[in-house]
């Protein structure tokens, strides 16, 4: 919480304020010291009134000069900050005029540090949020006091399950609009009682949210990927006890694996089989595989063979969703089998080119 007004904050504001009004003006610490003013001279000095108003809370006009030591004709008046004196205003002229002056300098000292307060909450909570997700996502327990009391903070109960959230954005995504983004995401976690979320600079988010409201809601996560599918890609792990969060994060990590390269923007872990052993291979042995399997093959022959796949190797279905003749498919599969060695509607070769799709998408 800020409690003092800094040097280069009151710097600022008796700068602004002589631009204004073309007096003297001086922000005085409660030792009596001037610590800022449009006099470069005067910092550092005595000044007896200002210190005289920080110790009765009094402001005090002063109709003619050395009347104090330090001090000149004006109005010297206390900066209150919850409750608390942290600072003294005084502007040299005739107290008359330069009133409103040293007022307006009271309101502007006070309009800052409630935002500097303001600030330096919300960073605090961004930093909370961002140590307790790390410390579940890398079983870091060590300052338990501390983590226990961001958990009551947010209101994490320790004896229910949560998954783990990943966001990724794209790459092309201009980050100057982050903080837009970043609004939609809050609003998104909001609707999940108890969630958390934090930004990891510079294109992830990574989030928590409870087992139960998440199996009541998991409908909200695939709107907002489906009116966010060009931004975000979003994968969930599986559910977790909350100390053990760090499974939940690798299977999150495993969900957004399966995504590279494809259309998706949602998938939870749950719904993966295949892809929880695909995605874990060298890239170049992937390639490898993919190249010798689908090498010889026309993008149309591919086309007709993901179609064929999807409609469950049914020939009918294939042929009316391609718009072709049933027997123009069954022509061009036995060419296919006769140009990669892999019969498509052979179990065994189907599994070896439906994997290579899988891989290759």
Known sequence: ???????????????????????????????????????????????EIGRQVALTGETIEVESDDNYPGTNRGINI??????????????????????????????ISNILLHEQEVSSMHKTADEK????????????????EYLDECIHEFGIDINHSYRMVKIDLNTRYNLKNIAMLEQ?????????????????????????????????????????????????KIAIGKSAPFYKCSESWETAETAMDSLRGTSGSLVVFDDLTLEILL??????????????V???????????????????????????KLFLHKNTIQQRLNRIASTTGYNPRKFKDAVILYLAFLLNP
Do not use: W
């Open 1 to 47: 919480m800020a409690t003092t007004i800094s040097k280069q904050l009151a710097q600022q504001i008796v700068d602004t304020i002589h631009d204004v009004c073309g007096y003297n003006i001086n922000f005085i610490n409660t030792q009596g010291i001037i610590f800022a003013s449009n006099d470069p001279d005067r910092i550092e000095t005595y000044h």
């Open 129 to 144: 949020k961002q140590y307790l997700l790390r410390s579940v996502i890398n079983k870091d327990f060590e300052n338990q």
């Open 184 to 232: 939609n995401i809050e609003a998104l976690f909001r609707m999940f009682k108890n969630s958390l979320y934090t930004y990891v600079y510079p294109n992830h988010f990574m989030g928590i949210l409870p087992e139960d409201t998440f199996s009541a809601n998991n409908h909200l996560l695939k709107n907002f990927s489906e009116g966010h599918k060009d931004i975000v």
């Open 279 to 292: 995605t874990g291979l060298p890239q170049n042995k992937v390639n490898e595989y993919a190249s010798k």
């Open 78 to 107: 206390p900066v209150y900050f919850h409750k608390r004196i942290i600072a003294v205003v005084g502007i040299s002229g005739d107290p008359e005029e330069v009133r409103r002056y040293a007022h307006l300098a009271e309101r």
């Open 294 to 320: 689908l090498s010889r093959l026309s993008g149309d022959d591919i086309e007709l063979l993901k179609t064929y796949y999807e409609e469950n190797t049914s020939l009918q279905t294939t042929a009316e």
